[in-house]
Structure formats: structure tokens, C-alpha cells
């Protein structure tokens, strides 16, 4: 798979590129509706004897048109959501930065340089894809914008359970700890990515080391609580428990920083300095304030049975 980023304006003309069926979207997460509308492109590519693509953008839009400062916490980096399409068989990923001049381009000027002036002769999108100044161009509109040169596929909405797929409902699951139903959506185990940094290394003195994680990207933590994990480190999976918190028995919730503390079950090694992703299995249970460090240990000791079976159960 060939991945370019384009800045714009951009450099490309119709010669660089091969016929394209093009997936458009943010894609982010990549989950199961996302997939549909990427699978879709990409059957019209084989079908039709053509290249496929997947057209996203960096920054989130949201963080460029927003008044306000503003974060957005994802659901996958550009390295994830590259290693997800690419895993779909994609031949092309084109990044576009998306920044105040490019969100400013008019609805056929967007069509002219980004689809038209990219070789595209079919494009892909969900129902409610937007694209141009101010959003003003609709799926329906497109074809209008396409000047008789591509046609285009409209994905439906996709749900489950009857509740429409989207990266915004998996962000709320994740935020209430609901790590299983948004893996669902996923149509995989949701990932993180981090850094292993010094932590107060209370842990170790406990009979519990931990890797003090943080996180990178500014991917969405899921909500406080501890979590039956894996996490990999240089391209190796090893079995875990995650406490998301403030420490409450040793801290004052109002004056703590949110920490991620990863206790892996047979690893020893020192870690500092790696880079490390965590897969979230599943939430055992919420953060609580124990009375003393007894209690704490006996929990974790449950805690840590517990997430051996699960952890059991998914292999």
C-alpha cells in the first residue's frame, strides 16, 4: 500500500495516479461502519479493474473549524488507522492536512483538486459525508460536482442494535468504560498507544510493579477503573490488569493527575522509555478508596484472578 500526505495546495495532477475507486471519510477508529464504506470502494476497484483508495485527513476537522481551543481525543492514530486500511487490502492512503485554507476550498473547487485532479472515477462515502466551505456539499450534490467524469456510491447508515455505528457513540461507550461494546463497533479490540514514563512506584513496593503509561496521540483513555489488558511490548503481547485513577488511597482525588498503571502477570524487565500499545479487554471494576494497604493488595490479588480468566476465556 502507497500512503502520501498532501498539503495544500497540493503538487499532484491525474498523471500521478493510476484510475482510482476512492473511499472518503475521517475514519476514525476505522470501525465497522467505516469498513463498509472502504469494503464498498474497494469492490468497485476490483470489480471495475481499478486502483482502490481511502481518502482521510489530519487534523480533525473540528479542531481547525472550532472558535474555540479545542482537543479532540481519538479513537486511532494515523499509524493505526494506516495499519487498519491497510490490512483491507487498500492500494492507496491519501492524508490530507486539513487546515483553514483547505477547509475554505468551495464544494467544486474541493471536487476539482482533491477527486477530479486525483484521477478518481468512482467515489464512496456515507450518507452523510459533507465536504467543501462550510460543508455545503452533500453526497447528493456530488454528482453534480463530478462534471460527468466519476460516479459514486452512497453507504447507508449502519447500525447495531438498531443504534447507528459511529465514532462519537464509541467515544461514549469507551467514556463509561464500556471497553467490550466499543471493541464490537471496532470489529476489534480497542488499542492505545503510549510511553512508558517514571511513576511514583508505589507498585513495586506493594509486590505489584506496574508501567506508569502515557498515553500518546491523544487517543481516548477509557474512564477511571481497573481493566483486564494485553500489552505490547516490542511486537510482543503479554497478559495484564490496567488501573485507570487517581490513586485514591494514597491520593487526593481533587489534587491527582489521571494515571495508567499497567501490571503485566510474567514480565520483569525494565521498560522505561518504550513505546507500548495496551489492548482493553474488559472493565473488572470501578477505582475505590481502600483502608489501608492490606485491603488494596487483597483486591488487586482478586482483580488480578479475575482478569487471568477473561483474559483465559478470549484466547
Known sequence: MKVYTLHHPHQFNK?????????LGFFDGVHKGHQKVIQTAKEYADTHGVKSAVMTFDPHPSVVLSSKKKSVEYLSSVDQKISKID?????????????SAFASLEPQEFVDQYLIGL???????GFDYTYGKFGRGKMETLPFHARGIFTSTIVEKQVDHDEKISSTRIRE??????????SHLLG??????????HGEKRGRKIGFPTANIETLNGLLIPSTGVYAVRMKIQNTWYDGICNVGYKPTFNDPDQAALSVEVHLFNYSESIYGEKVNVQWLKRIRSEKKFNGIDELIA???KDKD???HILSDQR
Open 119 to 125: 484521477n478518481a472515477v468512482h467515489i464512496t462515502a
Open 87 to 99: 490490512q483491507m487490502g487498500i492500494d492507496y492512503v491519501l492524508i490530507v492536512r486539513f487546515t
Open 15 to 23: 498523471d500521478d495516479f493510476p484510475p482510482l475507486s476512492i473511499a
Open 306 to 308: 479475575e482478569a487471568i
Open 188 to 197: 476489534s479490540f480497542y488499542e492505545t498507544e503510549g510511553l512508558v514514563i
Open 299 to 301: 483486591q488487586i490479588e
Open 173 to 182: 461507550l469507551l467514556a463509561h468504560g464500556d471497553v467490550e461494546i466499543a
